[in-house]
């Protein structure tokens, strides 16, 4: 499975932005797609994640702010009202179920990082 992530940049505190992430080469239909961030010093934590059939979950921290949703193509994540504390590289990550999405160590595959910078 390859997992392609794109859209991040540079806004503003209150902005939007939409990240992507492409999947390919799925052997099954039941999977989950999700997103972790990373801030600078600090370990890669979970954001969201989704599961084939529209169940979804998000970490207290984003919850009311960002919302995922996916299809056929890939999943993406609608965030909304963006803080500077929410700087940090995405990655897009894979696994069978939203519960081993939301498991770093449970991650079957991973997509490469995407860079969100919310500045003033």
């Known amino acids: 499975v390859q997992l392609q992530a794109s859209g991040g940049g540079l806004v503003q505190p209150g902005a939007s932005l939409r990240l992507s992430c492409a999947a390919s080469?799925?052997?099954?239909?039941?999977?989950?797609v999700g997103w972790y961030r990373q801030r600078p010093g600090e370990d890669r934590t979970f954001v969201a994640a989704?599961?084939?059939?529209?169940i979804a979950s998000y970490a207290d921290s984003v919850k009311r702010r960002f919302t995922i949703s996916g299809d056929n193509a890939g999943v993406a994540l609608q965030m909304n009202d963006l803080k500077p504390e929410d700087t940090a590289v995405y990655y897009c990550?894979?696994?069978?179920?939203?519960?081993?999405?939301?498991?770093?160590?449970?991650?079957?595959?991973w997509g490469q990082g995407t860079q969100v910078t919310v500045s003033s």
């Open positions: 990550a894979s696994a069978n179920t939203v519960a081993q999405v939301s498991r770093q160590s449970s991650v079957a595959y």
């Open positions: 989704i599961a084939w059939h529209g």
């Open positions: 080469g799925r052997t099954s239909d039941r999977f989950a």
